[in-house]
C-alpha cells in the first residue's frame, strides 16, 4: 500500500513537467510560423538562412489577398453583430422567462457547437443552391452567424445570469418605460457581455475554413485563400507573414474580450 | 378624521393561477403615516405592495392613490416609488447618477438635478459620496442611496420592501431608527413590507398583520402587542401563553372567567360577545407571568409551579414552568434586574397573574 502511494506520489511530482511538454508540443509549431515568417528563404524549414522583413513589405502588392482579406472582415463584422444581437435578445428570453419549450429552444440554439461542421457545411450548400441564392458572401454570413450564435448565447447568458431583475422594475418605477429601462439599465449593465461577444464572433468568423469554402462561392474569404494559395510554394512566405499578423490580432482580441468578459461578472454581480 | 388618506385598497385579491396570494384586502393608508405589512414570507404581502407599485395588476378590487383609482395606471406613471429588496442600485452609474435616473423627464436642468440630488444625499446621510461608484458602496451605504433615488421624486407613498434584511443585526438597528427620523422629516407615506416583527414595531405607526393572504389585524404597534385579535396573531407577535377557560358573566368591556385550577378572575372581554357557559381563550404576556418563591401578592390568581427550563437572554430571563393539569408550560419572561431573584431548573415556585394583564381573544 505505502509502495503504491510512494510510487503514485513520484508520478505526480512529474505531472507539472508532463503538462509543460504538452502544451509546448501543441503551441510551439504556432510560434514557428511568426519564426520563418522573418527568415531570408522560400523554402520553409531549418537552418534559418537570415533575417529579413521583405515578406512582411510586399504583403501590400498581393491584390488578391487585400480582397480575401476585406471579404473576411465584412463577413466577419456582419456576423458578429447578426449573432451578438440575436444571442442577446435569446439569452434575455431564456434567462428572464419561462416558456413552453424553453429547453429544447436553448438545446436546438446550441446545437451548431457540437455538429460537425462539415455536415452544417454540406447541408447549407444544398439549401441554398436548392433555392437558388447562390454562394456569396451573404451565405457565408448567414452561415457564420448560425456558427456563433451559440457562443454568444453562453456569454450573454452568463451576464443576464447574474443581471438582478429588480434592476429593470427600479428603472420602470423611476418613470422609465420598458423601452427606456432596456436602453438605460439593462443594456448598459451587459454591455461588457456584448463587446465580449461580438470580438469571440468576430474572431470565430474570421479564421472559420470549412463553412466558407463551401458557400463562398467567387469570393475567397482569407483562410480559403491562403489555404488556395500553400500549393505555390512563391507565395508560401506572404501567406505566413500574414498568418503570423493574424495570430497576434486574434490574441489581442481574446484578451479584450476576456477582459470585458470579467468586468461584466463584476458589473453584475451583487455585493454582499 | 384629519387625516386625509393616501392609499385607499378596497376589496383587493390576486390569484396566480388557482393559487390566492391575497384575498379580499382592505386598507387604508393615512397620510404621513409609516404602515408596516408584517406577516410570514408567503403571506401575500409583497405580492400587496407590487400590485400598489403597479407590477402586478388586482385579479378584483380597486386600489386608489391620493383620490385617484390605479387601473390601468403602470408603474412608471403610478404616484410610487420602490425600494427595492436588493436596493437595485444601477451598477454601472455613480451615486449621483443613481440618484437623478427618475428625474430624466422632468424637464429639470442638469444643474437643478444635481442640487436635487446634493439635498437628498444630506438628508440621507452620504454627503460628499456623489461621485462614489456603485459596487465601493457598502450595504448600509447602498440602502440610503436607494431610498435617495426613491425619496428624490417626491413619491405620494414610498414602498419598503424588506430593506433591511440584507444588513447585520447591528447596522439594521441602526438603520430601523434613521428610517423612522427620515420619514418623520419627509412627511411621506412610507408603507413597509417585512416579516420581522421586532423591525415593524420599532418603526411603525400602524402595522398589518397578513396570514395566507388576509389582513388579521391592523393596529398601532401597541395595540397589536396588548390586544392581538386572534391567537395567529398574539403567536406571531412575541410569545403568548394561553388558557381555555368558561364564561361566568359577560358585561361588555369586561369578562369573568373560570379558569381550571387558578379559579375565576376578570379579563378585557376585547370584543368577545358570548355568553354565560361559552368557551373562551385568554392570553397571557410572558412578562406578565408573576413569579415567585412565596405566592405573588398582587397577583389576582396564583398556583404552585415547578421550573423545568431556563433561558437566558441577557436583559431578560425566561422560565418554563410545569402546572399541574397543564400540557403546554407556562412561561415567565422576568427581568434581569440587579437584585431579581434566581430560579434553577427543578425548583418549586409559585406562579400568578392580574387579571388586567390578560386578554381575551375572540375566536375566528
Known amino acids: ?272 | 378624521m384629519d387625516h386625509k388618506i393616501a392609499v385607499n385598497i378596497a376589496n383587493v385579491s390576486k390569484s396566480f393561477g388557482s393559487f390566492r396570494a391575497v384575498r379580499n384586502v382592505n386598507l387604508q393608508l393615512k397620510e404621513g403615516e409609516f404602515f408596516s405589512l408584517l406577516g410570514p414570507s408567503g403571506c401575500g404581502k409583497s405580492t400587496l405592495l407590487r400590485m400598489i407599485a403597479g407590477f402586478e395588476e388586482p385579479s378584483e378590487g380597486t386600489i386608489s392613490i391620493g383620490g385617484l383609482p390605479m387601473a390601468g395606471i403602470d408603474a412608471n406613471h403610478r404616484p410610487t416609488n420602490m425600494v427595492f429588496q436588493s436596493y437595485a442600485i444601477f451598477p454601472h452609474l455613480n451615486v449621483e447618477e443613481n440618484i437623478i435616473f427618475g428625474l430624466a423627464r422632468s424637464g429639470l436642468s442638469r444643474s437643478e438635478k444635481r442640487a436635487r440630488a446634493e439635498d437628498m444625499l444630506a438628508k440621507v446621510g452620504l454627503e460628499g459620496l456623489g461621485r462614489r461608484s456603485a459596487h465601493e458602496l457598502s450595504g448600509g451605504q447602498r440602502q440610503r442611496v436607494a431610498l435617495a433615488r426613491a425619496l428624490v421624486l417626491e413619491p405620494k407613498v414610498l414602498l419598503l420592501d424588506e430593506p433591511m434584511s440584507a444588513l447585520d443585526k447591528k447596522l439594521r438597528e441602526q438603520m430601523q431608527m434613521e428610517l423612522r427620523a427620515l420619514q418623520r422629516s419627509v412627511g411621506i407615506t412610507f408603507l413597509m413590507v417585512t416579516h420581522d416583527q421586532h423591525e415593524a414595531m420599532t418603526i411603525s405607526d400602524r402595522c398589518g398583520v397578513m396570514f395566507e393572504g388576509k389582513l388579521a389585524q391592523v393596529a398601532t404597534p401597541h395595540e397589536l402587542y396588548q390586544k392581538p385579535n386572534t391567537k395567529q396573531v398574539a403567536d406571531f407577535i412575541g410569545g403568548m401563553n394561553f388558557f381555555d377557560g368558561s364564561i361566568k358573566a359577560n358585561g361588555g368591556t369586561r369578562l369573568e372567567v373560570e379558569l381550571p385550577r387558578f379559579g375565576q378572575l376578570s379579563v378585557d372581554a376585547h370584543g368577545v360577545s358570548d355568553g354565560i357557559g361559552a368557551a373562551v381563550t385568554i392570553g397571557l404576556r410572558p412578562e406578565r407571568v408573576h413569579i415567585g418563591s412565596e405566592r405573588p401578592e398582587g397577583a389576582d390568581v396564583a398556583v404552585p409551579a415547578r421550573v423545568i427550563d431556563r433561558a437566558f437572554y441577557g436583559e431578560t430571563i425566561h422560565y418554563y414552568l410545569e402546572l399541574e393539569g397543564r400540557t403546554d408550560p407556562l412561561i415567565a419572561s422576568v427581568t434581569n434586574f440587579e437584585r431579581a431573584d434566581h430560579f434553577e431548573i427543578g425548583d418549586a415556585v409559585w406562579s400568578g397573574f392580574r387579571g388586567g394583564a390578560a386578554v381575551a381573544l375572540p375566536k375566528k
Open chain 1, 1 to 272: 500500500m505505502n509502495r503504491v502511494v510512494a510510487v503514485l506520489s513520484r508520478i505526480g511530482r512529474l505531472l507539472p513537467a508532463y503538462a509543460v511538454l504538452y502544451i509546448g508540443f501543441l503551441y510551439l509549431p504556432i510560434l514557428l510560423l511568426p519564426l520563418f515568417s522573418f527568415n531570408d528563404s522560400k523554402i520553409l524549414g531549418f537552418p534559418l538562412t537570415g533575417f529579413t522583413t521583405k515578406w512582411y513589405g510586399s504583403l501590400a502588392e498581393q491584390t488578391a489577398l487585400f480582397d480575401a482579406l476585406k471579404n473576411s472582415l465584412i463577413v466577419a463584422v456582419v456576423s458578429a453583430v447578426v449573432a451578438t444581437s440575436l444571442g442577446t435578445l435569446i439569452s434575455r428570453a431564456i434567462t428572464k422567462h419561462r416558456f413552453p419549450l424553453r429547453r429544447i429552444s436553448q438545446t436546438l440554439v446550441m446545437a451548431p457547437l457540437v455538429m460537425p461542421e462539415i455536415i452544417i457545411a454540406i447541408s447549407l450548400l444544398i439549401v441554398f443552391l436548392g433555392i437558388g441564392i447562390g454562394t456569396t458572401l451573404f451565405t457565408v454570413i448567414l452561415a457564420h452567424s448560425l456558427l456563433t450564435i451559440p457562443f454568444c448565447v453562453s456569454i450573454m447568458t452568463s451576464a443576464f445570469g447574474q443581471f438582478d431583475d429588480a434592476l429593470e422594475e427600479a428603472a420602470v418605477d423611476l418613470g422609465e418605460t420598458s423601452w427606456g429601462a432596456l436602453r438605460r439599465v439593462t443594456l448598459p449593465v451587459v454591455s461588457p457581455g456584448i463587446i465580449s461577444s461580438l470580438l469571440i464572433s468576430f474572431t470565430v468568423s474570421f479564421d472559420e475554413f470549412i463553412l466558407a469554402f463551401f458557400l463562398s462561392g467567387n469570393s475567397p474569404t482569407l483562410p480559403v485563400y491562403i489555404w488556395s494559395q500553400v500549393r505555390f510554394p512563391a507565395k508560401l512566405p506572404n501567406v505566413i507573414a500574414l498568418g503570423s499578423l493574424l495570430i497576434l490580432i486574434s490574441i489581442l482580441f481574446l484578451l479584450v474580450a476576456e477582459r470585458f468578459r470579467r468586468r461584466s461578472e463584476r458589473f453584475t454581480q451583487q455585493p454582499e
